[in-house]
């Protein structure tokens, strides 16, 4: 499975990396995605959470 959060859906976004010739190649960025424990519907389950999920309390951990 890829790293997205399971609780808002955040993702890899793409991009360019531009150079210092200003030429451009693509990229993509990653989440800051963690693989923590969690309570789903009484139930434990480790899920990729990201950060902001994890720092506003949107999820509870275990």
């Given amino acids: 499975m890829s ?5 808002c859906g955040k993702g890899k976004l793409s ?3 531009v150079s210092h010739s200003n030429r451009k190649t693509p990229r ?4 800051n995605v963690q ?3 969690i ?3 009484g139930v434990m ?3 990729y959470v990201c950060a902001r999920c994890l720092k506003s309390d949107k999820v509870t951990r275990v």
């Avoid at 790293?3 to 609780?7: A, E, L, Q, Y």
């Avoid at 993509?28 to 989440?31: E, R």
């Fill in 3 to 7: 790293r997205v959060c399971s609780v």
């Fill in 15 to 17: 991009g360019n990396k």
């Fill in 28 to 31: 993509l960025y990653s989440a």
């Fill in 35 to 37: 693989k923590v424990k």
């Fill in 39 to 41: 309570l789903k519907d």
């Fill in 45 to 47: 389950t480790s899920e």
